[in-house]
């Protein structure tokens, strides 16, 4: 069953979205060569924390995995997709690109999202991933309308994804989100006969997250079963915004209304 969130829940779940973006904006501005993954852990946890919320990845239970995350954020360079811890030991570098996923839970209600930095400069085609994967995730916003379909989403992902020659990884869906980190529907970056394909319906909110890979889509696990890699070592991209399907088209819970491209 897909839940539908009333006006007054969508502003609850604005507030942790909002919040969200904060800690990824304050995030962002601290990537450079030299700083550690950890760092951006420490930092994220301090944010969260002092905002009242508790971090939502922090001891959440992965079904798939068959154990609970241990961190606040997912930070995952280069050729990982997802899922990559934070160490101390991964020391960014120029030329990298880290993806940073996080979630909150405030009073009830749950906000995710996701962006991939470049750490100092960076390849020309490390560049277009990024802009293709944002672009991706931008057009699949604008389908989450009344009337439209849950594969209206999937299909302007995948669609922009291929005319740029990359890869969609199908491994990872994003999801419905409210009360729970996931909720249904499943949100799939493609287009598959066997996907369920409901009506999108005014109060429905999708946390859609395309993760693109700059060759070919299979992923491998590493041996820690968390960080899922490209099995060609090719850079993987992600970013992710929650939105809320309103009668006045798409809303955007994860960032601020005057912060859109
Ligand atoms: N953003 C991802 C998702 O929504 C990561 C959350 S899973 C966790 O599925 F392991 F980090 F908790
Ligand atoms: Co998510």
């Not at 507030?15 to 962002?28: F, I, M, N, P, T």
């Not at 996923?101 to 470049?118: H, K, R």
């Not at 490209?230 to 970013?239: E, L, M, P, Q």
Request: proline share 6%; aromatic share 6%.
């Amino acid at each position: 069953m897909i839940v539908r969130k009333t006006a007054a829940e969508l502003e609850k779940m604005r507030r942790s979205g909002l919040l969200v973006w904060r800690v990824l904006k304050a995030l962002e501005r601290m990537v450079e060569p030299g700083i550690s993954t950890m760092d951006l852990e420490v930092a994220a946890e301090r944010m969260i924390r002092d905002a009242g919320a508790r971090p939502a990845f922090k001891g959440y239970y992965v079904p798939a995995v068959g154990r609970q995350y241990p961190f606040v954020l997912c930070t995952s360079v280069n050729e990982e997709i997802v899922h990559g811890m934070p160490s101390p030991k991964r020391v960014l570098k120029e030329g990298d690109i880290v993806s940073i996923d996080t979630g909150v839970e405030l009073e009830g209600y749950y906000g995710d999202s996701a962006i991939t930095v470049p750490v100092g400069r960076i390849s020309p085609e490390a560049e277009r991933l990024l802009r293709v994967t944002r672009e991706a995730l931008e057009l699949a916003i604008d389908r989450a309308r009344q009337g439209n379909r849950l594969l209206d989403i999937s299909a302007a992902i995948e669609t922009h994804v291929q005319a740029a020659g990359f890869s969609v990884v199908r491994d990872y869906v994003g999801h419905g989100i409210g009360t729970r980190l996931h909720e249904e529907p499943q949100v799939p970056n493609y287009v598959d006969r066997r996907n369920e394909n409901p009506r999108l319906k005014e109060g429905m909110v999708l946390a859609i997250e395309p993760m693109v890979a700059a060759g070919r889509a299979e992923v491998a696990l590493r041996p820690d079963r968390w960080t899922a890699v490209t099995r060609d070592g090719s850079y993987a991209a992600h970013f992710e915004h929650c939105v809320a399907v309103t009668a006045n088209g798409p809303l955007v819970l994860t960032r601020p209304e005057d912060n859109e491209p």
